[in-house]
């Protein structure tokens, strides 16, 4: 009876579609899994328990429409801007409500809204609604949305003689953005594949003069497809991105009317009105039919940018995405992330890191529907989640380990923990100074807890860790792997690190060990411990030899590795 000894050491892959089930050739095989879910997968190879998600706001709203805006008014002054119908809510990166004010965008237009900022300026573009121009007066608390008037508008003749190419009549700019001292506008409803822009230093004058090097410009896209305007990144170049294909703005070094010229890159496309993001000079973006994430990156061997699908080996996860936000190395740690939010609710998250070939992809759910999210340049991570017919504003809190939570930490003991007004009527999962507590329901906003909390006390809404690997083949020595031949796993070896119980195959992994100390640690919470634990005796034959972890209680978890034997 032949036994094989197998080792996971890193899931740098992250959830692989289920159609590579028997791809055993793929290198990413073995550093990949069948279902990656509610984890954080870290550049480094570990799998980590998610962080949860900070209770902040409720907005009044409708569920309808919603858009989440980062903005920066200085380099420590950071903002969370999000749209509502004909509404504006503004908080602080600690989730604090700072005003409101009120807006010409329907439930049906904000989640189509685009944006640019300038020192201390947030520009908002739509189509059907005139450019807005949100600005920070003199406080946290004092701000002010007012349209903007373009003068000098070029003209076109559209059939009854020349007239603005952007009005209400004609409709305004789908997206705009700052590049080389001008604010340039793309996606004009009337001629979408138009680029405007401003003369420079001067960036709502639309002359076009003479044509000198600082006169405005006006630039259509010459090709033998539609390609309306939709996107304006920029990085080390401006960025034109339409509906079938992605250019840059040429211009021998310095843009001017005599030299600007469109450089088509690539032919594929993105979607309307999901956002683009950067990651280490990348832009990442979702081509267009929203099926796959495509990284759009300048290859020096042909001197152009060229197109990488990210998502090659987890498009499953990739299901008609909304939103989307770059998350970038932080004080927590030095991984960037992609958060895809996706139409059905879940949230897509990828692990990058060039360097090192990481692509690692995971799926977050949540008991509701995630909607959308937004990064702040400071690092908060902000969702809008809509639970129980409303929508909130929810914080990505590492010390947390429940949705929708509220966390503690002061004024305790205490038996009675209130403030869960938007967890009325919920069967919540309650975590006490480290140990997990039984469940409680929500009354009039409130819940009694069985013993008295000492220090901290969180309470949310549960959500459960699944890592099960890929089907491990067995492979005689010198022959072919035997797919779906019969197997077992008798014994399982688990690498982790600060983690508390889980269960592995159905079985529980026990963290406390009585001889660890004098005392009995029945009186204490289950320890956080490091290190290797082995489970034996797995009974029965499968064709679909695989481990599983599970960890359904509010309590960290980072597995590093998984070491088991496999016989046939």
Known sequence: MPKLRDVQTAFTAGELDPRLAARIDVARYYSGGERVRNVLVRGLGGAHRR??????????????????VPFAFNVEQTYLVA????????????????????APYSAAQVGEIKWTQSADTLLLFHPQVQPQRLRRLGSHTSWQLSPITFTNIPTFDFGSGPEPVISATRGWPECGTFYQGRLYLGGLRSRPATLLASRVGDFFNLNKGTALDDDALDLTLDTNQVNAIWHLPVTRSLHVFTSGAEHVLAGDG?????????????????????????????????????KAVRQHLYDEVEGAFSNTLLSLLSEHLIRNPVDLAARKGGSADADDYLLV???????????????????????????GAV??????????????????????????????????????ITGLPATIVSGLDHLEGRDVAVRIDGATHPPRRVINGEIELERPAQSEVQVGLPFEVVLRTMPAEPAPKGGL???????????VTVRVHESAPFLLNGRQITMRRFADAPASPLDAPPPVLSGDFRLSGFPGWQRRAQIELRQAEPQPLAVLALAYDIVW
């Open 51 to 68: 962080p949860g998600l900070r209770h902040v706001h409720t907005l009044p709203s409708s569920t309808a429409g919603i858009r989440l």
């Open 83 to 102: 749209f509502t119908s004909n509404l504006i809510v503004i908080f602080l990166p600690d989730g604090t409500e700072v005003a409101r004010l009120a």
């Open 254 to 290: 310095v843009i001017t009317p005599k030299t600007a010229r469109f450089d088509e890159q690539t032919r594929r496309g993105t979607l309307r009105h999901v956002p683009i993001a950067e990651i280490d000079g990348a832009l990442l973006f979702v081509q267009r039919g929203g």
């Open 341 to 367: 939010v996706n139409g059905d609710g879940t949230v897509a998250v990828l692990t990058t890191l060039r360097s090192q070939e990481v692509v690692a992809w995971a799926l977050w759910e949540t008991d």
């Open 371 to 408: 909607r959308r999210v937004a990064v702040l340049d400071s690092g908060e991570v902000f969702f809008a989640v809509e639970r129980g017919g409303s929508m909130r504003i929810e914080q990505w809190d590492e010390a947390l380990y429940v949705d929708a939570g509220v966390r503690i």
């Open 481 to 491: 792997p035997a797919i779906a031949g019969l197997a077992r796993i008798p014994r």
